[in-house]
């Protein structure tokens, strides 16, 4: 093994770094610089929830996991509390340079544009700026937004450049590559990938269902989803249509990259499935203490409910399993054939 920090030189045996290049380490800096400011922002206003609410550290803390404890009115909801903590699980990795935190800081930049551009639409209508204007805490909510829109621009603009390309081999006789890792990494990226596909397919159905319903308002969700002014309120918290359809957008478009397990893409899939492991697991804890997996096989609809969430739980979990083991022999997802771009 001859590796020299800094330096083009890297023979190592697959030789994929498990940290990034010296040249990105600023732009992992200042990534997690700003993840950490808006995480913190997400926190404070938590914070605020709990002090002003009517119960105690002990509900928020039960509501966490259990829908039926949290307080009836939330500034942030169960979206905003698990991508906190994504976010500064995030800023701790790339502080520590480690690579997967490109894919996971892109995929949370790219998150809070499109909640920013979501905020952005709903400015267009004057009834909703002037919520803003006349409530108490919209000055605040306000700074929040547009703290989330800078937080994109930059870690976005910082961490698109941060590119790994391959390091050139010096050795007169380079070891040879070891495939049978580099097959292993690159069969366990696409097995999430089949799991987020499926997972994305079965959300894209239900939700079609939904939207058929008869007496569904389908133009108003649609619009819910991409126009802040819809929900009403100036409560930081995500919309149902917002979350629903991000969701399904999500397990596409990740599923489809890791499926051809070109890039490494380790941080994005461990981001968003345990994310989404956590708003499940919160799903079976209020379906449970709801008493609704005894009653659901009464109906058909109930029955295919319950695999949904079943198989949410599986695949969630399978895929946070599978990304944690991904590239412990030194290898990245994808890192054999094409640089990350």
Not at 20 to 37: Q, R
């Amino acid at each position: 093994m001859v590796m020299r920090d800094g330096d083009a030189l890297d023979a190592r045996p697959g030789g994929a770094p498990p940290r990034a290049a010296p040249e990105h380490h600023g732009a992992y800096h200042t990534t997690a610089f700003f993840l950490t400011l808006y995480a913190s922002a997400l926190t404070a206003w938590t914070v605020y929830g709990i002090v002003q609410g009517d119960g105690s550290l002990w509900d928020f803390v039960e509501g966490l996991f259990n829908p039926g404890a949290s307080p009836a009115s939330q500034l942030v909801g169960p979206y905003e509390w698990a991508f906190a903590a994504a976010f500064f699980a995030t800023a701790g990795l790339a502080a520590a340079h480690r690579r997967p935190a490109r894919s996971a800081a892109l995929f949370s930049g790219f998150f809070l544009l499109a909640v920013s551009l979501r905020e952005a639409v709903g400015l267009c209508d004057a009834a909703y700026r002037y919520q803003y204007a006349t409530d108490p805490l919209g000055g605040w909510a306000l700074a929040t937004r547009m703290l989330g829109l800078v937080v994109a621009v930059v870690v976005l603009t910082t961490m698109l450049p941060a590119v790994e390309h391959r390091r050139r081999r010096t050795d007169a006789t380079p070891p040879a590559p070891r495939p049978a890792l580099r097959a292993r990494d690159r069969c366990l990226s696409r097995i999430c990938g089949v799991l987020f596909l499926v997972m994305g397919l079965i959300r894209l159905a239900w939700t079609v269902r939904d939207l058929t319903t008869p007496g569904m308002d389908t133009a108003r969700y649609l619009r819910g989803a991409v126009d802040g002014s819809v929900l009403g309120t100036l409560n930081l918290a995500a919309s149902a249509e917002f979350t629903t359809l991000g969701s399904v957008l999500g397990f596409l478009l990740l599923g489809g990259l890791a499926i051809r397990a070109r890039r490494d893409l380790r941080g994005a899939l461990l981001v968003f499935a345990s994310v989404e492991l956590y708003l499940t697991v919160r799903t079976a804890v209020w379906l449970t203490v709801t008493d609704f997996f005894n009653q659901s096989f009464e109906t058909q609809e109930g029955a295919l409910s319950a695999a949904t969430t079943a198989y949410g739980l599986a695949a969630m979990t399978s895929v946070v399993v599978l990304v944690m083991g991904v590239g412990r022999g030194g290898e990245a997802v994808g890192s054999g054939e094409d640089p990350a771009p």
